[in-house]
């Protein structure tokens, strides 16, 4: 342990970092990025800093940088996050580099850096978006933060999903005319670990109902709408039961199909990329031209936790209600006591499932993830019941094997 540059670390983060809160964050909260060790010691701190992304891998060490702050030099990582998410990596950071004999990680508010000479890398940085609308200032994880395809973790992860898909085509249990669709983003590490035609239109299905609450919230916001208690109850039954006469209801309030697309796309464009509302649910709930993305869903997801959308709390609570999932409920290796929030997608071509699961470690802590799966079919299953039950099924296998990789990917679990 390099101990002039502990002691130099305690002394300035104690006048940088200021006080850093661990309870949920806004979107118009302070960034924050995480800061290892200062000292006068120019040599010492490169020394440290190739010391500390040999131990935190590739996906941090590509944003790891030595920076000038009066006359001290410093390893940042310039990770641009959220209060809690930055308490949070610091503490897994603080724990990998303590077994290696380091010191601990911290939360720093972020500034324009000044790179040390021979550190100032080609790069672009993660910026808070300036709109002047407060819905659209949180839209996805930022880039910056994303694993790339090289890490191990994806590999690991996504690379497991894929095979096992594979393996289920190959067993017919995944017919030739389906479709998939797979995404997971890690909140506790601000990482994208899995991205599997992300970016494919699907058919919405009933996903589509909390981006048509974010449409109704905004009327409310802007005193054209009330939130009373008729529009309560409809939209309790179009989140937590899913009743369609009642999102019609509700879209109807909004303006229709037309209306809520102009809404969403108007007030929120870095989210709804590749959403399409042009229908309300037809009798028996036979709706397919409705469409969206994996990738849309995830953007919606991280937007609603870090308080991005109008509504999000409400939102937020009547998807946490408990009712039917394919994330958690008979997903084996999720652990009793998961915080679910998700919404279930099922017609006779669709079965899918978006959520957040908020597992809790062995350590108490909770680590809090994404997790979009969709099976579409392109004719219509003979056997509905039969189709929707084992597609449910292949969900929550998947789910499986995400809450494995995310063990793993916090060192409490040694699987895949």
Excluded at 292 to 301: I, T
Aim: glycine residues 8%.
């Amino acid at each position: 342990m390099y101990s002039p540059a502990a002691s130099l670390f305690l002394v300035l983060i104690a006048i940088l970092i200021g006080p850093v809160s661990a309870e949920p964050t806004t979107a118009t909260d302070k960034r924050y990025d995480i800061s290892y060790v200062w000292s006068t010691d120019a040599a010492a701190v490169k020394k440290y800093r190739r010391q500390v992304a040999q131990i935190l891998g590739s996906a941090v060490a590509k944003d790891l940088r030595v920076v000038v702050n009066g006359g001290l030099h410093g390893v940042i990582y310039l990770r641009h996050g959220d209060s809690a998410g930055s308490v949070r990596v610091a503490r897994v950071h603080s724990r990998l580099l303590r077994k290696k004999g380091l010191d601990a990680a911290a939360p720093v508010l972020a500034k324009d850096w000044i790179m040390a000479a021979d550190d100032q890398q080609t790069m672009v940085r993660p910026k808070q978006a300036l709109a002047e609308s407060s819905e659209a200032r949180v839209t996805e994880p930022p880039k910056a933060r994303l694993l790339t395809n090289k890490s191990p973790q994806v590999r690991d992860l996504e690379g497991a999903v894929e095979a096992y898909i594979k393996g289920l085509r190959r067993k017919g249990r995944i017919s030739e005319d389906e479709s998939t669709a797979w995404s997971v983003y890690d909140f506790t590490r601000g990482e994208k670990l899995v991205t599997i035609n992300e970016e494919t239109q699907f058919q919405a299905a009933s996903l589509i109902k909390p981006f048509i609450a974010a449409a109704f919230f905004h009327r409310v916001k802007n005193k054209e709408l009330v939130y009373g208690p008729k529009s309560r109850r409809h939209m309790k039954r179009m989140i937590h039961y899913s009743s369609n006469p009642s999102t019609n209801w509700v879209m109807r309030q909004v303006g229709g199909p037309q209306a809520v697309q102009r809404i969403l796309k108007q007030h929120y464009p870095g989210i709804f990329r590749a959403t399409s509302i042009v229908e309300y649910i037809p009798p028996g709930g036979k709706t397919y031209r409705n469409k969206a993305s994996a990738r849309d869903y995830s953007r919606f997801l991280y937007a609603l936790w870090e308080g991005g959308i109008v509504g999000a709390r409400e939102i937020k609570r009547l998807m946490s209600l408990p009712g039917p999932d394919r994330i958690y409920t008979g997903a084996e290796s999720v652990p009793v006591g998961t915080r679910v929030m998700n919404k279930t997608g099922s017609t006779a071509r669709l079965c899918a499932d978006m959520g957040i699961l908020n597992v809790q470690g062995p350590d108490g802590k909770r680590y809090p993830y994404t997790l979009i799966g969709i099976i579409e079919k392109r004719d219509r299953a003979r056997n509905y019941s039969a189709w929707i039950h084992s597609r449910a099924e292949v969900i929550r296998e998947v789910s499986d094997i995400v809450y494995q990789g995310i063990a793993r990917h916090h060192g409490f679990a040694s699987v895949l």
